[in-house]
């Protein structure tokens, strides 16, 4: 069984930063790709950065260029760094890795809460 643990969630002013941390309970370099994930009140969880194992990175084009997904593979934790912070990034942001292609299996943290005030 994988544990997903989110940290580092709160509340952060509009052009503040905040840096969330997900510690796995097994060594990352199981998992084809981690990624944090958001999901705001009444909309769908949305993809908001993803790594893969061999350190490739993509993100959600609402957040280029102000987020940055890194992996510590020696702490075992995937961390997203968070800058100019707008209201509408508020959400409980989830992290999630995957292992697997053809029969992809996905393990979720419980969330953090990111608030943005305007």
């Known amino acids: 069984q994988v544990q997903l643990v989110e940290s580092g969630g709160g509340l952060v002013e509009t052009g503040g930063s905040l840096r969330l941390s997900c510690a796995a309970s097994?060594?990352?370099?199981?998992?084809?790709?981690m990624a944090w994930y958001r999901q705001a009140p009444g909309k769908q969880r949305d993809l908001v950065a993803r790594?893969?194992?061999?350190?490739?990175?993509n993100y959600s084009d609402s957040v280029k260029g102000r987020f940055t997904i890194s992996r510590d593979n020696g702490e075992k934790t995937v961390n997203l760094e968070m800058r100019s912070l707008k209201p509408e990034d508020t959400a409980v942001y989830y992290c999630?890795?995957?292992?697997?292609?053809?029969?992809?299996?996905?393990?979720w943290g419980r969330g953090t809460q990111v608030t943005v005030s305007s």
């Open positions: 999630n890795a995957a292992i697997g292609v053809g029969a992809r299996i996905d393990y």
């Open positions: 097994r060594n990352i370099f199981l998992f084809n790709t």
């Open positions: 790594i893969s194992r061999g350190g490739s990175t």
